[in-house]
């Protein structure tokens, strides 16, 4: 497989402050496993989503891609390349160059005294590119017509509050490109803006895919949308996956009682459905990361949970075409 990015038993786990009478008694060191032993590979010009719910672990798979964060173990290759460690100013600022983000926030994520101009020049300071005044200004109008913002001298000099939600995100998918990038981390790139606009900027962005050769982790809660925009997902659940594979595959018939759960609770415009929304079949919240529950970390909200699941840790599977980390994958309902 032509794998733009290969992640092998990728970790990042923070170590909990130990109180004065743990530290005397010598207790063991507890983690707060965040990302826990992820497997995954992503071709060129494919999408691969990570959907669960907020607290799974799933921004901070994005960051430790991003190498914001540095990771406690397992390997990040790019292109062949081991980009685990690399550090400084020369490999660190290079790899930034060719992986972008795009962040939930477009009204966080940029600088209300920027100009659209100063957002997409800052990038070309920091990484020294992009020749004469004229050549950035340019290649920044560029960016924008290629997001759409047209005609882009109406919006080169406007200021975020000159802009909409849309208008925003788009301006920072612009300045993600600007660089030239190959791969981009896309965290919950459309849950802040209306519902109307979401589909458009999901086109944009697979239409962008296609024309820039592109390579996406497109993180997300929604896992309506992973349909429409990925080839492939994984369901992340306390920073484990429990399922991952083709897209169509998963979703056309989830096998992990997690997914069929996420799938449930998307909303049907159907007034018949609202029941089977009021009785989705797990109960409570995530649990709390620094107290993983033993065995398979799902059992306490399973509702198909055996003895053996409280005792025994299921491994990632190969069923039906994907792989499941359930004892009873392919049994359950
Ligand atoms: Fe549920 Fe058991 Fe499967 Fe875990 S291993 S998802 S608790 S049935």
Request: hydrophobic share 35%; net charge negative.
């Amino acid at each position: 497989m032509n794998a733009v990015l290969e992640a092998e038993n990728l970790k990042k786990y923070y170590t909990m402050s130990q109180s004065f009478f743990g530290r005397l008694l010598g207790s063991q060191k507890k983690y707060v496993k965040a990302v826990d032993e992820v497997d995954f590979q992503i071709p060129r010009k494919n999408a691969m989503a990570v959907v669960g719910e907020s607290g799974c672990g799933k921004t901070t798979l994005g960051k430790v891609v991003m190498r914001l964060l540095d990771a406690t173990g397992g390997k990040l290759i790019m292109e062949g390349k081991d980009v685990t460690e690399i550090s400084g100013s020369g490999e660190l600022k290079a790899y930034r160059r060719t992986t972008q983000m795009i962040f939930q926030d477009p009204f966080s994520s940029m600088d209300p005294r920027f100009t659209a101009f100063n957002t997409l020049e800052e990038p070309m300071d920091i990484h020294d590119i992009g020749g004469s005044y004229e050549e950035r200004k340019k290649t920044i109008m560029d960016a924008l017509e290629e997001v759409q913002l047209t005609p882009a001298e109406e919006f080169i000099d406007r200021y975020p509050h000159m802009l909409s939600g849309g208008q925003k995100q788009r301006v920072a998918i612009a300045r993600a490109l600007i660089l030239n990038p190959d791969f981009i981390v896309a965290d919950e790139p459309t849950s802040m803006l209306d519902v109307s606009v979401r589909a458009e900027l999901l086109n944009l962005m697979k239409d962008l895919m296609n024309e820039e050769d592109l390579t996406y982790l497109y993180i997300t809660h929604d896992i309506s949308t992973s349909r429409f925009f990925s080839d492939s997902i994984s369901v992340m659940y306390l920073g484990k996956f429990v399922e991952k594979g083709e897209v169509a595959t998963v979703l056309d018939n989830p096998l992990h009682p997690y997914s069929q759960a996420l799938l449930k609770a998307v909303p049907e415009p159907k007034p018949e459905m609202i029941e089977v929304i009021k009785e989705l079949p797990i109960k409570g919240e995530v649990p709390d990361a620094t107290n993983v529950p033993p065995g398979c970390r799902f059992h306490p909200r399973c509702p198909y949970s055996q003895d053996i699941c409280e005792k025994e840790e299921p491994e990632l599977r190969e069923v039906e075409g994907r792989e499941v980390a359930c004892h009873f994958a392919g049994e359950v309902p």
